[in-house]
């Protein structure tokens, strides 16, 4: 039987840094701990259709990892400005270029200047066949003290997943 850790589902991304604050976190989602790559791993929800041609569907959830170094080729999830987006990271001289998997959307290009972050790279992506709001107000509480406690090795199993704002695909 393997552990169990709740990952923070953020909804919203926070313009500057820290982009990832508590108050825009939306819920846990509890995940055996063989699957995660790192500690700070988080989720987030992606709404459209420019990462379809990498396996990326509206509606599924990314596994974000801070700790990876983002490099070229990878899908790695971004701040730009206060919103998310997911894509594929490809360096061009000084530009860096966020490019989509479906030909129907366009590359986003991010110079030295703009506002800009990495978040992280993207190491998962989890497809619910449903979605369903959190039973009560306990496992939002119970999931945040839990969390607040340093991820103690015998971590109770939270229910449901809480819809928070998409990041935009």
Known sequence: AGQTQPVPLYGRIHAGEPALIPDNRECY????????????????????????????????????????????????AARIGGDATVKTLTHRGMTLVLEPANEGERSIEVGPKDDFAILGVVTGVFRPFFDQPPTSLLDDVLADQVADQAMAPSLPSLSGVGVGNPVVA
């Open 29 to 76: 989602i509890t995940v055996d701990r063989r699957f995660l790559p790192s500690d700070d791993t988080f989720f987030m929800r992606v709404t459209g259709t420019s990462m379809v041609g990498r396996g990326i569907m509206d509606g599924d959830y990314v596994m974000v990892s801070p700790s990876a170094r983002a490099k070229d080729g990878d899908v790695e």
